[in-house]
């Protein structure tokens, strides 16, 4: 299993300007990746504007999307140009994690409405694809052509149909940052899929979890959380928020019995110190670089 580190692009008030510092220090530590999640009515950082800064400061780490919203982002063709000038900057390093979107206000916003969302992705996939492919023409030429496979694509949900997408037109699933038996349950079905599929090897299950450590690490960990989900859904999500370094290696172990290949594990707070915390938190995990395992 792969370990990143989620930029903290989703912490209220950030100050933009670390963004690449972040990512370059968590990429010196030794994290396999940097993460963003997405929002729209919030106050967060645009993801894949975020990624871009990030893939301008380092050199290694791979760039993923846990995940990108499609369900209200009306312009497959402007999404597709988007993702391939991120993979492109990058030299390849997206990974991007696609999703319907949950948040009614974010459809409201887009004018967009959050009924047919499963026939809208799969229009938007058609589309993007056949950009990414130099199928789509202007005068002057048509849309850079990338590289076959490119970017690498997960696809998130809970329903039959996200399990089968995520066999079929992606190189796997991006299970919810909260919630050990949707996880589970999630990655049986899509392996299942992916073999019912006659494809080759496994597919990749990816997830994340919110953490906290130092100073006042549960109350910060508290606030951000009520901050980003309300009272609805704070009990659930604060139930898998890691505070201690124990509950970061315990953590880490059932992800790993789970069957989870990459965790973005994403900070409560935008302070940089929380970069060495963590990587102090995991540098006795089997998996951390120097490890029984490593990467």
């Not at 906290?212 to 659930?236: C, N, P, Q, T």
């Amino acid at each position: 299993m792969k370990i990143g580190i989620g930029l903290p692009a989703a912490v209220p008030d950030v100050d933009a300007t670390t963004i690449g510092t972040w990512a370059a220090e968590a990429e010196q530590v030794g994290f396999a990746s940097v993460g963003v999640i997405d929002r729209l009515v919030y106050d967060n950082l645009e993801p894949l504007t975020v990624l871009a800064a990030a893939a301008a400061s380092t050199e290694r780490v791979e760039l993923f999307t846990t995940v990108l919203t499609v369900g209200w982002r009306a312009n497959p063709v402007l999404l597709a140009k988007q993702m391939a000038s991120v993979d492109l900057l990058s030299g390849g390093r997206l990974t991007a994690g696609l999703g319907l979107g949950g948040w009614p206000e974010d459809f409201a916003a887009s004018d967009v409405p959050t009924r047919g969302g499963g026939a809208r992705l799969r229009h938007a996939l058609t589309t993007m694809h056949r950009a990414w492919d130099g199928a789509l023409s202007g005068q002057g030429g048509p849309m850079r052509r990338l590289p076959e496979g490119r970017p690498a694509l997960l696809f998130g949900g809970l329903a039959p149909a996200a399990y089968h997408r995520a066999a079929i037109q992606g190189q796997g699933w991006v299970a919810p940052l909260m919630g050990l038996q949707m996880l589970e349950d999630g990655a049986t079905a899509v392996r299942k899929a992916w073999a019912d599929a006659g494809r080759p090897g496994e597919p990749r299950i990816a997830t994340g979890r919110y953490f906290s450590l130092g100073h006042d690490a549960d109350v910060v960990a508290d606030e951000y959380i009520r901050h980003y989900y309300g009272k609805a859904f704070f009990s659930m999500a604060r139930a898998d928020t890691l505070t201690s370094p124990q509950q970061i290696c315990d953590e880490l172990d059932r992800l790993t019995k789970a069957g989870v290949t990459d965790v973005v594990l994403y900070p409560s707070s935008a302070h940089l110190g929380q970069i060495a915390l963590l990587a102090d938190a995991v540098s006795a995990h089997r998996l951390w670089p120097g490890g029984s395992e490593g990467w």
